[in-house]
């Protein structure tokens, strides 16, 4: 005669459920769907702080985590503390599933912070950006308007630029927020005379039209003015954020010559994401493992990636390359959208509700 089994009691039955909810949410996180908070106005006005989003793991298909040991649903630190929430004591070469579709120009992506070494590839910090150029092409920044392999790239709608805005009074919160323009999004020079705004070629057109605007301009910096900050670092080509290149991004097999051009625009890449142990950079030539290296085949793709505010994004322009290893998913659908500066009910951005991201 069979014996029933024990029943289980209630902390038991609590404990099981909590064990599965958390295999459960780590899977679907893993292979499916990764929530994403927008958290800087690099985006804007494409995708604005305080949305939140789901990036599809499913289209360029989902990585093997080069990082295991960890705790699920963690990233770097175990919530509220700052103890590393993982061990990098095993590490995974790259590896991903199967996806819907590579990475596509202008496709919204989230990856992986490239120039931050402190953190295995897979636990970087999580970037948001526009693939504006995928492996092999060449792209270019003129007086800051984007060419991909010699022609006008499409620009966003709500793509966005910085402007000088000459009054002749001050204006107050309220004024910049009938023309959506949000606190964060401008500022009062020192002299009074007008502020530095940052918004969209339609919204400036708007605001032209107030009897308080004496001008508006928009800030574009000139051809050959070298920034220090720009990519490659180092260089002296007179690129600047509105001026650059034009600059092949690397593609898997891809061979170059090591010229000292190509050791300036390409060493840093090949040092940082191509995987080996010991390369040099010295007096305009490459070494790998003390061998002077003539030319050099890539091991994997690389992208672009520019922000949609495109004088308040730190991208591409700034650090160069994103290796196809730091590539996270494509930010898929938003599920949520609030705004800091709103109160009760009025903080919900309704009509962003369940929106596509293109």
């Known amino acids: 005669m069979s014996q029933s089994k024990n029943k289980k009691s209630a902390t038991r039955e609590w404990v099981d ?29 494409s995708l604005l702080v ?7 793991k499913m289209h360029y298909g989902t990585r093997i985590p080069k990082t295991p040991l960890q705790v699920p649903l963690t990233h770097q630190k175990i919530w509220g503390t700052e103890i590393p929430s993982y061990s990098d004591a095993i590490q995974i070469p790259y590896l991903r599933l199967p996806g819907f579709s590579d990475v596509e ?10 120039v931050e070494f402190e953190y295995p590839s897979d636990l970087k910090t999580n970037y948001i950006k526009r693939a504006v150029g995928i492996a ?14 010699g022609e006008n790239a499409p620009n966003p709608e709500e793509m966005q630029y910085s402007y000088d805005l000459i009054t002749n009074r001050p204006l107050t919160v309220d004024f910049f927020a009938d023309y959506d323009i949000n606190p964060e999004s401008f500022m009062s020079f020192t002299n009074g005379a007008g502020y530095l705004v940052f918004g969209t070629d339609q919204m400036m057109e708007r605001l032209k039209t107030s009897p308080v605007v004496v001008s508006i301009s928009k800030r574009i910096e000139e051809p050959g003015a070298n920034d220090t900050l720009i990519f490659p ?14 600059l092949q991004i690397p593609a898997e097999n891809m061979t170059i010559e090591m ?27 490459l ?41 996270v998913g494509k930010a898929w659908f938003l ?11 009025n903080k919900i951005r309704w009509s962003r509700f369940l929106k596509g991201i293109n």
């Not at 305080?50 to 599809?56: E, Q």
């Not at 080509?237 to 509105?242: A, I, K, V």
């Open 17 to 45: 459920a909590l064990v599965f909810a958390v295999v459960a949410a780590s899977l679907i996180r893993w292979l499916l769907l990764e929530p994403f908070t927008i958290p800087t106005a690099s985006m804007e006005k």
């Open 50 to 56: 305080g949305d939140f989003l789901f990036v599809s």
């Open 105 to 114: 120009r202008n496709d919204v992506v989230v990856f992986n912070y490239p």
């Open 136 to 149: 092999g092409d060449i792209v270019e920044v003129k007086q800051g308007q984007l060419i991909v392999n």
């Open 233 to 246: 670092k180092g260089a002296n080509y007179g690129w600047n954020r509105d001026n650059f290149g034009p």
């Open 259 to 285: 010229t000292p051009d190509n050791v300036q625009r390409y060493g840093f890449t090949i040092e940082k994401y191509e995987g080996h142990d010991s390369v040099e950079i010295q007096e305009g030539t």
């Open 287 to 327: 070494l790998i493992d003390g061998q002077k290296v003539e030319s050099y085949t890539f091991k994997q793709n690389y992208y672009f990636m520019m922000g949609d505010n495109r004088h308040d994004s730190l991208d591409s322009r700034f650090w160069g390359f994103v290796p196809e290893d730091h590539i």
């Open 335 to 345: 599920w949520l959208s609030l705004d800091k500066y709103e109160s009760m009910f």
